[in-house]
């Protein structure tokens, strides 16, 4: 059975949509990957999407999207947020992470890379960490 892993930040732009991409990329046919907002954007931020292509991934796929639009798939085996506290309303699952990322949507290209690539470690380890679970 897929783990499956929600990613919530408020606009579902950038930090979210990178951290399901991540997780898409690193967990191969063990995970489900999904991302919403509480108040989603209706956009994929064209920088999040130029960072992703550097790496190989095409973030010009993904949609924005609300939370209601991703309880379909629940429970989920962890609910990520990116540090927007109450922000986030509860979803059904069996873990809950909140991960203080800043948001980079007005980054310039290197420092919004890095904050692409620290969510890279964080996947990376969540995956790890779920997958001896």
């Known amino acids: 059975m897929k ?3 929600l990613f919530v ?3 579902n732009s950038n930090r979210s949509q990178m951290s399901q991409a991540f997780a898409i990329i690193n967990g191969g046919d063990k995970f489900e990957a999904y991302s919403a907002g509480s108040k989603p954007s209706g ?3 064209p920088k999040a999407i130029a960072a992703m292509k550097e790496l190989g991934y095409d973030l010009s796929t993904h949609d924005s999207k609300s939370l209601d639009e991703v ?3 629940a429970p989920f085996d962890a609910v990520v947020t990116m540090g927007c506290g109450d922000a986030c309303p509860w979803m059904p699952a069996k873990r809950f992470v909140d991960w ?3 948001d980079p ?3 310039e290209p290197k420092e919004f890379n890095e904050v692409r690539d620290y969510i890279e470690g964080k996947v990376k380890g969540l995956i790890a960490e779920l997958t001896v679970e």
């Open 3 to 5: 783990k499956k892993l």
């Open 9 to 11: 930040c408020i606009e």
């Open 43 to 45: 956009i994929v931020n």
């Open 71 to 73: 309880k379909a798939y």
């Open 100 to 102: 203080v990322i800043p």
């Open 105 to 107: 949507k007005h980054m």
